[in-house]
């Protein structure tokens, strides 16, 4: 069945580094792709996708590019604030569209101190 | 303002005495489903919803049941709880535009402890 395996947690940064959470998966046909984000004491807030291969999704300065040849999806952010501290979650989303469920990875929490 | 909201937020109770959790959308999405979340596990799907009386299993759908008589409201009941459903819970929506499913809205979760 379809699965994604992102990096243990947590990763911890100083403000303003450079940030990399690794995210593949394994799907047949053409998943969506999606990267959840959750503040402590929240729900999970979506923060970018991406529909078909080579699609970059960007938001709040977090980027990732959906690329089949490697199944990946990783995201990356060039300098973290302290208030990206948080729970990010890779998912994917089967191509079925009668078939809505998300298949979420176990999580990485980020820890950004300043 | 959109939203997914569930209640409780935090509940706890005791082996074997019956609960529901609640959610409710306001965005008459048709989709809507149960999520969850365990350390190590991420987020696992319990039951989902196509739409008014419409229900199918998810991934960890034992000890849980659901029922959708109305379009905004998906209850997740606990029969008999144990303390293997002591987790965090996820309730999400959605709908179809335009031929393509857009974005699951997630509620803000509520934390399960069952002794």
């Known amino acids: 069945g379809d699965s994604v395996t992102q990096m243990e947690g947590p990763v911890t940064l100083s403000e303003e580094a450079f940030l990399t959470i690794n995210c593949t998966y394994t799907?047949?046909?053409?998943?969506?792709l999606f990267w959840y984000v959750q503040y402590p004491g929240e729900g999970l807030q979506l923060l970018l996708k991406?529909?078909?291969?080579?699609d970059k999704g960007s938001n709040k300065g977090f980027e990732a590019t959906y690329r089949k040849e490697t199944t990946s999806f990783h995201l990356e952010k060039g300098s973290v604030q302290v208030s990206d501290s948080a729970v990010y979650f890779c998912a994917l989303r089967s191509t079925n569209t009668g078939f809505q469920k998300l298949v979420f990875g176990t999580g990485t929490r980020l820890l950004v101190s300043p | 303002e959109a939203q997914v909201t569930q209640n409780p937020r935090y509940l706890i109770t005791v082996t074997g005495k019956k609960l529901t959790v609640t959610c409710s959308q306001n965005m008459n999405h048709e989709y809507m489903s149960w999520y969850r979340q365990d350390p190590g596990l991420g987020l696992r799907q319990i039951y989902y919803?196509?739409?008014?009386?419409?229900?199918d299993k998810g991934d960890v759908p034992e000890g849980y049941k659901v029922s959708r008589k109305e379009k905004r409201n998906f209850p997740l009941i606990l029969e008999s709880p144990s303390p293997n459903q002591t987790s965090l819970y996820f309730c999400?929506?959605?709908?179809?535009?335009?031929?393509?499913?857009?974005?699951?809205?997630f509620g803000p979760g509520t934390r399960l402890t069952v002794l």
């Open positions: 991406a529909t078909k291969a080579d």
């Open positions: 919803s196509m739409n008014v009386e419409v229900t």
């Open positions: 999400a929506s959605t709908e179809k535009a335009g031929g393509a499913w857009n974005e699951q809205f």
């Open positions: 799907a047949t046909g053409y998943p969506s």
